[in-house]
């Protein structure tokens, strides 16, 4: 592929652990979940985007449910460096193995 063709990139994401300290709780349909990972995403225009993503309290089979990330300083500051930590990675790649 030459330089001049434009490259459609339709999706940049990167799946990121959840430090315990900073997980949560968060309910859905009177089921309580544990927030675990997120789930960053870098959109077209350059912004970021996140949704979190966890297992029922209560354990079993349940879904591996979306939810909305809080917007609380600590975890706006784990997306930023998710990312940064993520565009070192992508740059620093070694093409197919």
């Known amino acids: 592929m030459s330089e ?6 339709s999706a940049m994401a990167v799946n990121v652990t959840i430090p315990e300290s900073l997980r949560w709780n968060d309910s859905r ?3 309580e979940f544990r927030l675990d990972t997120l789930n960053v995403r870098m959109l077209p ?3 970021l985007a996140a ?3 966890g297992r029922p309290v209560e354990g079993g089979r349940g879904a591996y449910v979306s939810f909305t990330v809080p917007d609380r300083p600590e975890l706006v500051a784990l997306v930023a460096s998710a990312a940064d930590r993520a565009a070192e990675r992508w740059a620093a790649h070694r093409g197919l193995g």
């Open 29 to 31: 349909r009177g089921q």
């Open 45 to 47: 225009d350059g912004h």
């Open 51 to 53: 949704k979190a993503y």
């Open 4 to 9: 001049d063709e434009d490259l459609d990139i």
